[in-house]
């Protein structure tokens, strides 16, 4: 099957986390959409996603073309019907397309249409992506860990429930408390638990990832690929080779890649009148309630925020801001802000392009033109 992964209309609901790459680089659980589905088809997927995004997530099409919308958490059942689709032959939910199997290069309805009945995780807003990370976890470790044997945990530890908790090749935990009595425990390959760390499922902790000395991190967390992480951490997603080294609380939020939390940064995820949680809404342009009482901060890629630095609930943080002066920043950080106040000036092209390159030299990664491209698309985008 030649697999394409598509960007619904769910995309502009989940930026700015969906402003530097499609709905299928997210990450919810211990992957990315994209590395489920591969793994769950057994085959390479590409991306039909916005056009300026599309050189570094291209798609590639043959004489007959799997579409599925990543958007829709899979099941066994779904994943059953989109294994025996025949061509021309599509799979919705609520009149939304799941999936369609065609000759045409873009994913349409077809006149042949299965409707899916189950009940289904659909992740239509940012604020999903934490809601459903329990679930996600606890799917992924099933699907990662069945028929593997985890590696011994360290006798240093104190652990409850160690057949829930599974430890990749190469990754150390130390003198720490892990407790898998109401979540699994994944600590993928490379990763570290570092000393006095109390730990409680469910936990996805990716590769080469790091937990710093006595944190406190609860339930429903991810921390992705190459991430560190301190503090205390509740219900939160960071998406890979961001940082929140030290203490300071982060609760109910989605960090998305290249951020840093400055030490001391917190995140309010409670009004003080136990209110429901309004966020800001890229495409409707306006905030819109999210039915939560709980909903802490979204951060889009490239985004730092300075030591001691306090979020009020319900933040939105575009692209490429830099946050440092007094005081709680507005509920909506505009992108290349350079202070994180709404009057404040623009942290220029160049100089973001610039810090970047440098948080990303540290890990031997590259800025690419590409991803230039891409940042430069936003920029103007803000500042037009």
């Given amino acids: 099957m030649n697999i394409i992964l598509f960007d619904g209309e769910e995309w502009e609901n989940l930026l700015p986390l969906t402003f530097t790459k499609p709905i299928a680089s997210l990450r919810m659980g211990a992957l990315s959409f ?12 590409s991306h039909h996603t916005k056009p300026y995004l599309q050189e570094k997530y291209p798609i590639q099409l043959q004489t007959e073309n799997l579409f599925i919308n990543p958007s829709f958490f899979p099941t066994v059942e779904l994943v059953d019907k989109i294994k025996n689709l025949d061509l021309n032959q599509s799979i919705t939910h609520k009149n939304n397309l799941v999936a369609v199997k065609t000759t045409n290069e873009t994913p349409t309805i077809s006149l042949n249409v299965t409707e899916l009945n189950e009940n289904i995780i659909h992740i239509q807003n940012s604020w999903d ?55 699994s425990i994944y600590i993928g390959k490379d990763a570290e638990i570092m000393e006095g760390s109390m730990i409680r499922g469910g936990l996805a902790l990716c590769e080469h ?34 940082n929140k080294g030290h203490d300071g609380f982060l609760g109910n939020s989605v960090i998305g890649e290249w951020c840093n939390l400055g030490a001391d940064t917190n995140t309010s995820n409670l009004k003080n009148n136990y209110a429901e949680v309004k966020l800001w809404n890229y495409k409707q342009n306006r905030f819109i309630k999210t039915g939560l009482q709980f909903c802490g901060l979204i951060m889009g890629d490239y985004s730092k925020s300075a030591i001691n630095t306090q979020f009020n609930t319900g933040t939105v943080v ?23 106040k709404s009057d404040s000036p623009v942290f220029t092209f160049e100089r973001a392009c610039e810090a970047a390159e440098k948080m990303m030299e540290r890990r031997k990664v590259e800025l690419s033109s590409i991803d230039k491209k891409i940042l430069e698309h936003i920029f103007k985008l803000n500042n037009n």
């Fill in 34 to 45: 994209a590395e489920r589905w591969e793994k769950l088809l057994d085959s390479k997927v």
């Fill in 129 to 183: 992506l934490f809601t459903y990370n329990f679930q996600a976890i606890e799917f992924d470790f099933d699907l990662l860990t069945k028929g593997r044997k985890s590696q011994l945990i360290s006798e240093t530890n104190r652990v409850l429930h160690p057949e829930k908790i599974f430890i990749e090749e190469g990754a150390k935990v130390e003198f720490s408390i892990l407790n898998a009595t109401e979540g």
């Fill in 209 to 242: 990832a790091k937990i710093n000395m006595g944190s406190k991190i609860y339930s429903g967390c991810t921390i992705g690929p190459y991430c560190k992480v301190g503090g205390e951490v509740n219900n939160a997603i960071l998406t890979a080779y961001s």
């Fill in 318 to 340: 575009g692209v490429a801001a830099n946050i440092f002066q007094s005081g709680f920043p507005p509920n909506l950080v505009k992108h290349y802000s350079w202070g994180g």
